[in-house]
């Protein structure tokens, strides 16, 4: 096998160190014609959680302060932008998913941090 570059391709399996949950949309009636959504737990994955940049104010704990993160996992079909990755207490919205490669090996989610 060939080695990866840095910031090239897939992440060797051994890079996936961080144990998050993949959190799926549950939509439901809210009463008054629309719908509402909430998330239920789903499965425990192993990925690669990388920070990539943060914008507004110089506080990451601050209110208004958005961080955008690169979390890579094994291939896996169905997971788009209205899912939600859990780390920790933490949660990530899913705001981009892309296979770098495209051989459905692995899956790159940019993701948002949700701040209470």
């Known amino acids: 096998m060939r080695p990866v570059e840095p910031g090239r391709g897939p992440a060797p399996v051994g890079d996936l160190r961080s144990r998050v949950v993949l959190w799926l949309p549950q939509e439901a009636a809210d009463g008054f014609g629309g719908v509402r ?7 425990a994955l192993w990925a690669r959680v990388t920070p990539l940049r943060s914008a507004g104010t110089p506080d990451a704990a601050a209110p208004g302060q958005l961080v955008i993160h690169r979390v890579e ?38 993701c948002e941090e949700i701040r209470p």
């Open 37 to 43: 959504t909430t998330y239920a737990a789903g499965p």
């Open 73 to 110: 996992i094994r291939w896996r079909d169905g997971i788009g932008t209205g899912h939600r990755i859990g780390l920790g207490a933490r949660r990530l919205a899913v705001r981009a998913a892309f296979d770098p490669d495209e051989r459905r090996r692995r899956l790159v989610l940019l």
